[in-house]
């Protein structure tokens, strides 16, 4: 439960007594538990807490001083966020003069004393202007009091602004281990680097971030600076260079020096790919040259000194080595796409300040966004809210409904996916007519596993990997890797086996790699290879070793997701099964072959009325009939002779003036022109691959 709360700030100048108190207006402070000497926060572009007293009036908000509000850079009327907090008996601290004379710090701690403060704060006191500079113990808000030790010291206000960001641990939802192992090195680089020196060991210099975009690298490395009250630098990796020589290495220079006299600090450096790339790969000079500035910059950085370099990336493997090593990135934290539990606390967080209606449900958006990214999520309750905002014209009768959310979500895909075609089906099981056995062994085989997960763990049942569809084109083998992806709420990514290949060595196994990474990050995933015998033929049949090169690239993906055990099934669609490469076909990888025969009587019977009822149609077309000289076409076959009987009632309507409805006549005539694409040779074939399916073991 969250202590925070939107009030509209008033100017109480006249009333108020001191620039550390607000004014409260009582019904406010029985509606939120606001009691007398409680310290509220107040969050605007910057942060000030004041201690809280009862207003005499009836105000609807909270008083302050017309330099508190100033100094949050906001305006008097205006709405911010208040939040309760528990102010930390200070043991020292630290205040700037806004001119040099001689203090009396006693008496200063007398007239201070039970002053709430945070960082960067004015004080004003009978002995001058201050500003709070720092702090022990190092929290967000600490109390003064009779213990104190106030320091004051020899530089100006001026001298002494402090860049701390505002956002905090708990505006981040879902990284419960990623920030606890980073504040872990926090603790030991800034908060309390005499640790490291009693047992003989250096604290960490850096650490890199890495994650697809989105997912909250820049917000937790803000957090982190936020939680103790250090100075946050930002380097953007593409801004720093220059086409200048050496403008960018001074640049680098310039912000280090600053962070070390400002410690404790934490330099932020994102995308750090684009000035740290690999020297190996890269042929500028100017990149050697920065790369070379930063190791040394990083290599300079005093044990224990207050200053730690944070880097985020979504391409890990193009930094140059020599910065990925102890004593420079000393540690690697991987900032993963939530999955659902950590989805829904984002979801929670986004929407804690946001009027819901009674019958949104966080758990079942949370279902529903699969593959999202924080951004994403926060891209999703804005559309919804704005959506919701299109109503009225008032803004206090705002209440976003589980409507606005599913309209949005049709606004808003994963943001790092989209590159791939990401996609929740909307094919169902309904949709495919026919196929009864092979639509319950999909079910069984690849939805259930997704679907009730946490019961094949109590159960321990081992879990197939993937699916092969075999049979003839047209029968229906994408459609049903839809339905079971739909099914199941996972994402579906299609790939097409030829678009895979490429002329250049290597890019063909780069494409691999890149579609079995993206799906591991959008899990749980359906992944589809249309025409997979295009990649994964026998090997040794390929002169080039272009697909056998794919193939081991294929192989070693499939082994590795199996190992980590990633909620990711593998579908795959062929009309050459004898011509796959067997070690695709075992358990772990390929382990089930499904057999999707062409239609029988009555699903070609039922496939003819669906499609034919969709257009004006003469009632008396004997569908029985057409399904008896309609064998072995498949269900794109009867899609195109329908398709040519519509097209020849379009012209009869032109002809004569009139709409004219689709006769049995119709699609007798489109039959002459549509083949079937099966014929008994092709059956055989089929066949007597199934029957030696059975005998190897493998069910079909």
Same mark, same amino acid.
């Given at each position: 439960?969250?202590?925070?709360?939107?009030?509209?700030?008033?100017?109480?100048?006249?009333?108020? =007594?001191?620039?550390?108190?607000?004014?409260?207006?009582?019904?406010?402070?029985?509606?939120?538990?606001?009691?007398?000497?409680?310290?509220?926060?107040?969050?605007?572009?910057?942060?000030?807490?004041?201690?809280?007293?009862?207003?005499?009036?009836?105000?609807?908000?909270?008083?302050?001083?017309?330099?508190?509000?100033? +100094?949050?850079?906001?305006?008097?009327? %205006?709405?911010?966020?208040?939040? =309760?907090?528990?102010?930390?008996?200070?043991?020292?601290?630290?205040?700037?003069?806004?001119?040099?004379?001689?203090?009396?710090?006693?008496?200063?701690?007398?007239?201070?004393?039970?002053?709430?403060?945070?960082?960067?704060?004015?004080?004003?006191?009978?002995?001058?202007?201050?500003?709070?500079?720092?702090?022990?113990?190092?929290?967000?808000?600490?109390?003064?009091?009779?213990?104190?030790?106030?320091?004051?010291?020899?530089?100006?206000?001026?001298?002494?602004?402090?860049?701390?960001?505002?956002?905090?641990?708990?505006? *981040?939802?879902?990284?419960?281990?990623?920030?606890?192992?980073?504040?872990?090195?926090?603790?030991?680089?800034?908060?309390?680097?005499?640790?490291?020196?009693?047992?003989?060991?250096?604290?960490?210099?850096?650490?890199?971030?890495?994650?697809?975009?989105?997912?909250?690298?820049?917000?937790?490395?803000?957090?982190? /600076?936020?939680?103790?009250? /250090?100075?946050?630098?930002?380097?953007?990796?593409?801004?720093?260079?220059?086409?200048?020589?050496?403008?960018?290495?001074?640049?680098?220079?310039? *912000?280090?020096?600053?962070?070390?006299?400002?410690?404790?600090?934490?330099?932020?450096?994102?995308?750090?790919?684009?000035?740290?790339?690999? $020297?190996?790969?890269?042929?500028?000079?100017? @990149?050697?040259?920065?790369?070379?500035?930063?190791?040394?910059?990083?290599?300079?950085?005093?044990?224990?000194?207050?200053?730690?370099?944070?880097?985020?990336?979504?391409?890990?493997?193009?930094?140059?080595? /020599?910065?990925?090593?102890?004593?420079?990135?000393?540690?690697?934290?991987?900032?993963?796409?939530?999955?659902?539990?950590?989805?829904?606390?984002?979801?929670?967080?986004?929407?804690?300040?946001?009027?819901?209606?009674?019958?949104?449900?966080?758990?079942?958006?949370?279902?529903?966004?699969?593959? +999202?990214?924080?951004?994403?999520?926060?891209?999703?309750? $804005?559309?919804?809210?704005?959506?919701?905002?299109?109503?009225?014209?008032?803004?206090? @009768?705002?209440?976003?409904?589980?409507?606005?959310?599913? @309209?949005?979500?049709?606004?808003?895909?994963?943001?790092?996916?989209?590159?791939?075609?990401? &996609?929740?089906?909307?094919?169902?099981?309904?949709?495919?007519?026919?196929?009864?056995?092979?639509?319950?062994?999909?079910?069984?085989?690849? %939805?259930?596993?997704?679907?009730?997960?946490?019961?094949? %763990?109590?159960?321990? /049942?081992?879990?197939?990997?993937?699916?092969?569809?075999?049979?003839?084109?047209?029968?229906?083998?994408?459609?049903?890797?839809?339905?079971?992806?739909?099914?199941?709420?996972?994402?579906?990514?299609?790939?097409?086996?030829?678009?895979?290949?490429?002329?250049?060595?290597?890019?063909?196994?780069?494409?691999?790699?890149?579609?079995?990474?993206?799906?591991?990050?959008?899990?749980?995933?359906?992944?589809?290879?249309?025409?997979?015998?295009?990649?994964?033929?026998?090997?040794?049949?390929?002169?080039?070793?272009?697909?056998?090169?794919?193939?081991?690239?294929?192989?070693?993906?499939?082994?590795?997701?199996?190992?980590?055990?990633?909620?990711?099934?593998?579908?795959?669609?062929?009309? =050459?099964?004898?011509?796959?490469?067997?070690?695709?076909?075992?358990?772990? =990888?390929?382990?089930?072959?499904?057999?999707?025969?062409?239609?029988?009587?009555?699903?070609?019977?039922?496939?003819?009325?669906?499609?034919?009822?969709?257009?004006? +149609?003469?009632?008396?077309?004997?569908?029985?009939?057409?399904?008896?000289?309609?064998?072995?076409?498949?269900?794109?076959?009867?899609?195109?002779?329908?398709?040519?009987?519509?097209?020849?009632?379009?012209?009869?309507?032109?002809? &004569?003036?009139?709409?004219?409805? *689709?006769?049995?006549? @119709?699609?007798?005539?489109?039959?002459?022109?549509?083949?079937?694409?099966?014929?008994?040779?092709?059956?055989?074939?089929?066949?007597? +691959?199934?029957?030696?399916?059975?005998?190897?073991?493998?069910?079909?």
């Amino acid at each position: 439960m969250t202590n925070e709360f939107f009030v509209k700030l008033i100017n109480g100048t006249k009333k108020v =007594r001191s620039r550390n108190v607000c004014l409260v207006d009582p019904d406010l402070m029985r509606s939120k538990a606001i009691a007398y000497g409680d310290t509220i926060l107040l969050v605007g572009s910057k942060i000030f807490p004041l201690l809280v007293q009862e207003d005499r009036e009836n105000t609807g908000g909270i008083s302050v001083h017309e330099e508190v509000i100033r +100094f949050l850079g906001v305006r008097a009327g %205006e709405k911010v966020v208040a939040r =309760r907090v528990d102010p930390a008996p200070l043991k020292t601290l630290v205040l700037a003069p806004s001119a040099q004379h001689t203090f009396d710090t006693r008496r200063l701690n007398l007239e201070l004393r039970s002053v709430p403060v945070s960082r960067g704060i004015p004080l004003h006191t009978k002995q001058g202007e201050f500003a709070v500079v720092s702090f022990e113990p190092r929290v967000e808000v600490g109390m003064i009091v009779g213990e104190t030790e106030i320091e004051i010291t020899g530089e100006i206000i001026k001298q002494t602004q402090k860049n701390i960001p505002l956002v905090s641990l708990e505006d *981040i939802g879902g990284l419960t281990e990623q920030i606890a192992s980073l504040k872990e090195i926090i603790d030991i680089s800034l908060v309390k680097p005499e640790v490291p020196r009693l047992f003989g060991f250096r604290p960490p210099k850096g650490v890199l971030l890495y994650g697809p975009p989105g997912t909250g690298k820049t917000l937790i490395a803000k957090a982190l /600076a936020n939680s103790v009250m /250090a100075n946050f630098f930002f380097i953007s990796g593409p801004e720093i260079g220059s086409k200048y020589y050496g403008e960018s290495e001074k640049r680098l220079r310039e *912000i280090f020096e600053q962070a070390e006299k400002s410690s404790p600090s934490i330099i932020f450096i994102d995308e750090i790919d684009a000035i740290a790339p690999s $020297r190996d790969v890269t042929n500028g000079e100017a @990149d050697k040259r920065i790369v070379a500035q930063l190791l040394t910059l990083m290599d300079g950085i005093a044990s224990g000194g207050g200053l730690l370099v944070i880097g985020a990336t979504n391409r890990p493997n193009a930094i140059d080595p /020599a910065l990925r090593r102890p004593g420079r990135f000393d540690r690697e934290v991987e900032i993963p796409v939530p999955d659902k539990r950590a989805r829904l606390d984002i979801i929670r967080i986004h929407t804690r300040r946001i009027p819901l209606a009674e019958d949104v449900d966080l758990e079942t958006i949370a279902s529903m966004t699969n593959g +999202f990214v924080g951004a994403d999520i926060e891209a999703l309750v $804005r559309e919804a809210t704005m959506r919701a905002l299109r109503r009225t014209q008032n803004p206090e @009768d705002v209440k976003v409904t589980m409507e606005d959310f599913q @309209d949005a979500l049709k606004n808003v895909e994963p943001s790092a996916l989209r590159e791939f075609r990401v &996609e929740i089906p909307n094919v169902t099981w309904e949709d495919i007519i026919g196929l009864d056995m092979v639509k319950q062994e999909l079910r069984e085989v690849v %939805e259930w596993p997704l679907k009730y997960s946490n019961l094949y %763990e109590e159960m321990r /049942a081992e879990v197939p990997s993937g699916v092969m569809l075999y049979g003839p084109p047209g029968t229906g083998k994408t459609m049903l890797a839809k339905a079971v992806a739909n099914g199941s709420g996972a994402n579906f990514i299609a790939v097409s086996g030829p678009e895979l290949m490429n002329m250049w060595v290597g890019e063909t196994e780069r494409a691999i790699r890149e579609v079995f990474k993206r799906a591991r990050q959008a899990s749980p995933t359906v992944v589809f290879f249309d025409e997979i015998d295009a990649i994964a033929t026998v090997r040794g049949s390929d002169p080039n070793r272009v697909t056998d090169r794919a193939l081991s690239q294929m192989l070693t993906e499939m082994d590795g997701i199996a190992s980590r055990k990633e909620r990711v099934v593998f579908m795959a669609a062929t009309n =050459r099964p004898d011509i796959i490469d067997p070690a695709l076909l075992r358990p772990g =990888r390929f382990e089930k072959l499904v057999f999707v025969p062409p239609p029988d009587f009555e699903t070609r019977k039922i496939l003819f009325q669906r499609l034919v009822t969709k257009h004006p +149609f003469d009632e008396n077309i004997d569908f029985s009939y057409l399904a008896k000289l309609t064998e072995n076409f498949t269900p794109a076959d009867i899609k195109g002779a329908v398709n040519r009987a519509v097209l020849l009632a379009i012209r009869r309507s032109v002809k &004569e003036g009139k709409i004219s409805r *689709i006769t049995g006549e @119709d699609l007798l005539e489109s039959l002459k022109s549509v083949r079937p694409t099966v014929n008994q040779a092709m059956i055989n074939y089929y066949n007597s +691959f199934s029957e030696r399916v059975k005998l190897a073991g493998t069910y079909a």
